[in-house]
């Protein structure tokens, strides 16, 4: 059986309604608005706008196992160089953090380097610099640069598009480590194009 609700309890539990509702929205209001501060509280630690669009691309330092390919080394020479810059590393914090990135054979042989340092009573390199140029020793011979240069020199475009001749140039120009100026560097290029860029390139008077 229905309850019958006489006018003056009606009223009531409309109100007792009505106050439950605005408690429920005033408790969901103060929940949102303080979400909202811890939000932008959160982002207030960080240094700039730039930094909170671009932290979760952040660049991830690569591991170097001793592969004995000297291409690969380079290249994560150069990851560990991006990542430095990227992070702004401090100089004192640099060979640490590298070698906690050596793992296997590298590992090994940076080991056997501080041995030898330390029984020769030989101060330890703290440098990322010296540090880079040891590992360069190991892993980058000589007659890799000399054979790196050969073929950037008889580098060519042919079927290559213009950006992928231009991608690969690069890759050499880097990888051969010297130094020359930039018009030795230009005539290098401009020697590897087809002939109807060759033309074009002459025409524009580049």
Known sequence: MLKRIE???????????????HKNNHYEQVHFERHQYDY???YS???DFDERVLS???IEAPTFDGHHDPWIFDIWIRDMDRFF???NLSDNRKDRFVKMKLIDEAKIYWRDIEYYLEMRGKPPITNWIKMK?????????QSYRNKLLDQWNNLRQENKSINEYITQFNDYMIG??????EAMTLRRF?????????????FQGV
């Open 133 to 141: 140029q040891k590992l360069q020793e190991k892993y980058i011979p």
């Open 85 to 87: 810059e990227w992070h």
């Open 190 to 202: 401009y020697k590897g194009l087809n002939d109807d860029l060759r033309r074009e390139v002459l």
């Open 40 to 42: 932008h509280l959160s």
């Open 176 to 181: 051969c480590v010297i130094r020359e100026n």
């Open 56 to 58: 979760p691309n952040k």
């Open 7 to 21: 006018p003056q309890e009606s009223v009531r539990i409309r109100h007792s309604k009505t106050n439950k509702y």
């Open 45 to 47: 630690k960080h240094d």
